[in-house]
């Protein structure tokens, strides 16, 4: 494995972990439904009922569908990852952020087949090929879900707030790096992309 590709590996000691061992859909759906604690924790995963959406004929575990950027005063950026070629046109169209702006990222996922335990969001950024100190590499947990089902057909996680830095000096295009991984490091998704510190939007 190259470099790059560990950098966009979550970090081992995120510290979250399933409070049962990881068992298949079936496994999950038999247990016993007279223990209110084991339903509890059925339903935090999402297994509450409702008619399965996952695509026979598709084999993704997990289809990240959209990232959006939102920051006061414009309009939401969104950023559509379902469409054909969508990943590979993203690294040559940087979107622009304004210096100094507070901005959150979300992401819209479906889940199908399985569990999926532990998706994280991994994401390396450089400029001029030098990753950015303190800021450079960032590792958000999105969490444990089940197959979406018409009850819920997909999900959304909104990450923490971030704050554009501003100035002169950093001003400019960035390079990203992102990947979505789970707990057993299956990526997901993987793809590059770039971003733009402007005076203005």
Request: hydrophobic share 30%.
């Amino acid at each position: 494995m190259s470099g790059h590709e560990e950098d966009l590996l979550p970090e081992n000691n995120s510290g979250y972990k399933l409070s049962q061992p990881k068992q298949s859909l079936a496994e999950y759906q038999k247990m016993d439904e007279g223990d209110e604690s084991l339903q509890r924790y059925k339903a935090s995963l999402g297994l509450t009922g409702g008619n399965d959406l996952s695509d026979p004929n598709d084999p993704r575990v997990c289809i990240i569908q959209s990232l959006t950027m939102e920051s006061p005063g414009r309009p939401p950026v969104v950023i559509d990852l379902s469409a054909p070629g969508s990943v590979d046109s993203l690294k040559k169209t940087p979107f622009k952020i304004k210096e100094g702006v507070t901005f959150t990222m979300s992401a819209q996922f479906k889940v199908q087949h399985e569990i999926l335990s532990g998706l994280h969001y991994v994401q390396v950024i450089k400029r001029k090929n030098i990753t950015i100190p303190g800021v450079g590499k960032s590792d958000e947990m999105i969490g444990s879900y089940a197959p979406n089902t018409d009850k819920q057909p997909f999900y959304t996680k909104k990450f923490q707030e971030e704050t554009a830095p501003s100035g002169m000096l950093v001003r400019g295009t960035y390079h990203v790096a992102s990947s979505f991984v789970d707990d057993d490091k299956k990526t997901h998704l993987k793809f590059d992309w770039a971003f733009e510190i402007a005076k203005d939007w």
